[in-house]
């Protein structure tokens, strides 16, 4: 699965935001950047999306772990064709893969209902930490460490 893991809260011990960063094969016009984020939005309600001013790089933000396959097919649906970059850009230290969440851990699925779907997810992770307490520690420590 690749993700990637961009910023940690120590108090809340939650994940802030997951940052997948594509490059585009061709250049994202206007439209094509509005469909894009109306799609990523329906996938994750508090995405954040922003294009390189050579509007091929584009950095999203998730407050949910997806997998960057599912990302890259919204973008293709939107008609953006791009590669996952599975690696920190340069001078983003406190980026880092995500090789640190455990297998099994909960992803965000988007069936259109956002509230449905939040709850869903919040509700599988905070199972999941009840039962995998310490792969959860690990996950966090890992984390705060970048």
Known sequence: ?????????????????????????????????????????????GVRFSLHTDRLQLKIGLKHIVDADIVRGVLLQAGVVATFIPHPLP??????????????????????????????YQAAKAAWIQKHPQDYQNMLNSAAQQ
């Open 1 to 45: 699965m690749a993700l990637l893991l961009c910023s940690l809260s120590s108090s809340a011990q939650q994940v802030d935001l997951i940052v997948l960063r594509f490059q585009a094969e061709t250049v994202v016009d206007g439209v094509h950047e509005k469909i894009a984020m109306e799609a990523l939005s329906a996938l994750d309600p």
């Open 91 to 120: 001078g983003e230290g406190g980026a880092k893969l995500a090789e640190s969440i455990p297998d099994g851990y909960p992803i965000f699925i988007s069936t259109g209902n956002a509230e449905l779907d939040d709850h869903t």
